[in-house]
């Protein structure tokens, strides 16, 4: 059994039974799929979102896009994730501004995640 084939069997066969005055029913399948706030959904999200990470680095590694350097220390840093926030620093390129767009759309349909492009903002930070 591969591993996506263990997650869909956490995520696809739970059951579940009530309490009626103190008694159980019967078990009954949970078919409704996964939600937010299930147990799993937040590990769920990192695994998928790791996917992302792997696709900024490879963009990056390939000159795809290109990230900014930051302090006297040359910090370079391309993207940085918090819960289901994800903030990109992309150098000042149309070029790799396009490219960036075009992993979040790759990613977007690989993982059946929403990448909601009205609520997402470009900041020019800097010169």
Avoid: W
Avoid at 80 to 100: R, V
């Amino acid at each position: 059994m591969t591993r996506s084939d263990r997650i869909s069997l956490c995520i696809k066969s739970p059951s579940a039974l009530v309490l009626v005055n103190g008694s159980p029913t019967k078990q009954f399948p949970l078919e409704r799929g996964l939600h937010q706030g299930d147990p799993l959904s937040s590990f769920i999200f990192n695994i998928v979102v790791e996917v992302l990470s792997s696709m900024l680095f490879r963009a990056k590694d390939l000159g795809l896009i290109k990230g900014v350097v930051f302090g006297n220390d040359a910090i370079h840093i391309t993207y940085l994730q918090l819960a289901d926030d994800t903030i990109l620093f992309i150098d000042l390129k149309l070029e790799y501004l396009l490219n960036a767009k075009r992993i979040l759309r790759c990613f977007e349909l690989a993982s059946g995640l929403k990448i909601n492009f009205l609520k997402s903002c470009l900041v020019k930070v800097g010169k």
